[in-house]
């Protein structure tokens, strides 16, 4: 028992480490990865992982949010800070990322305490606690099918936005272009000498 207790209690101090040292980020695109992450922030600094979390109750298990495990718990104070004073974007998506300090309920893997048990049974229909049961699982039903919906609008806006940020970058890109040529050319300098107009850098 005591063997027990003292392995729960170092891995409880290590755990406890862990989570300071991680960040809880959500808000960003269905189609941000796990390697998208891993490499956005590490900009940051040093990514030790990266873990997303599944909504299981949605018909697609799409992610509601992932923690970031960070090298130390400074660079994870630096990355909160640092989301939080600027807009952070992924993968050319338009949704700033949301970020801040993760709990230990967020983790899967968080330490299992030897002396707490859990109890649980079976709620059958005829059992008094059937009936709120049943609305409790209708209602998370109802509340999936709405953020179900709600993300595909979401979607559908932010594939419309990176197609016409995509569009303005081309068309800038293709101006730019034009200007370079025309300066290479030389007939910038012509049109300058017979307009009389000083395009140097002086």
Do not use: C
């Amino acid at each position: 028992m005591g063997t027990s207790s003292e392995t729960f209690k170092k891995e409880s101090m290590d755990f406890e480490a862990k989570v300071k040292r991680t960040v809880f980020v959500d808000n960003f695109s269905p189609q941000v990865t796990k390697e998208v992450l891993k490499t956005a922030f590490g900009q940051f600094g040093t990514v030790l992982s990266v873990e997303v979390i599944t909504n299981y109750f949605e018909e697609n298990n799409n992610a509601v949010g992932a923690l970031v495990e960070m090298e130390n718990a400074k660079q994870a104070k630096g990355v909160i800070e640092d989301i939080r004073n600027h807009p952070f974007m992924m993968s050319g998506m338009p949704r700033p990322v949301r970020g801040q300090e993760a709990k230990p309920e967020m983790f899967d893997d968080r330490p299992h305490d030897p002396t707490r048990k859990i109890d649980f049974q079976w709620v059958g229909p005829e059992d008094e606690d059937f009936e709120v049961a049943q609305k409790m699982k209708d209602l998370v039903k109802r509340h999936a099918a709405e953020a179900s919906l709600l993300l595909e609008f979401q979607m559908e806006e932010e594939e419309k936005l990176a197609k016409q940020q995509s569009e303005m970058l081309n068309t800038n890109y293709k101006k730019y272009e034009s200007i370079e040529n025309i300066m290479q050319e030389g007939a910038l300098n012509r049109l300058a000498r017979h307009y009389k107009v000083n395009v140097s850098d002086d």
